[in-house]
Structures are given as structure tokens and as C-alpha cells.
């Protein structure tokens, strides 16, 4: 169980890092700020493993579990499904 967050963790500091916008305490929007409960696909891209929840007005970075994808549900709401098969 350690070892699972652990890896998250570092995955989730990588990936904030990539974004170039991450601080000590979460992962901030462009203004700064969220909307505490926000939920969003990360970067706005379904079918990514991570999507972002608003926690104390920053984003926090998740990832959906394992085999599932985030994907869009109406504005501000997510869900983690199996990823779309293209044909």
C-alpha cells in the first residue's frame, strides 16, 4: 500500500512539474484558484490516467484506477471508465 502511494506521489509531482505550474501545497489553475469539488480530465484531455479535484481551492492530482481512463461527464464532473476502443 505504501509503495502504491509512494508511486503516485512521484508520479503526480512529475506530471505538476511537466505542467510548470505546481507549488509546495497542490496544483493551481491559471488564476490561481479552483472551485473546491471541480473535477476535471487532467489538462483537459480525456482518456488520461490523471484528472485533477479541487481540494482548498487547488488542484490536486488523482489518478483513476487500474485499466480506466478519465473521462468527461458534463461540466466540472469526471468519471474513471475503460478507455474508448478505436477501430
Known amino acids: 500500500m505504501?509503495?502504491?502511494i509512494y508511486k503516485l506521489a512521484t508520479i503526480s509531482l512529475l506530471i505538476a512539474a511537466m505542467?510548470?505550474?505546481?507549488?509546495?501545497?497542490?496544483?493551481r489553475g491559471d488564476d490561481g484558484r479552483c472551485n473546491n469539488g471541480?473535477?476535471?480530465c487532467f489538462q483537459n484531455r480525456?482518456?488520461?490516467?490523471i484528472y485533477q479535484e479541487c481540494?482548498?481551492?487547488?488542484y490536486m492530482l488523482r489518478e483513476c484506477g487500474p485499466?480506466?481512463?478519465c473521462k468527461p461527464l458534463g461540466l466540472n464532473h469526471i468519471y474513471c471508465g475503460y478507455?474508448?476502443?478505436?477501430?
Open 2 to 4: 505504501l509503495k502504491s
Open 46 to 49: 480525456a482518456e488520461s490516467k
Open 38 to 40: 471541480q473535477l476535471n
Open 19 to 27: 505542467s510548470n505550474r505546481v507549488s509546495a501545497d497542490g496544483f
Open 55 to 58: 481540494v482548498d481551492y487547488k
Open 83 to 87: 478507455p474508448t476502443v478505436q477501430k
Open 67 to 69: 485499466g480506466t481512463v
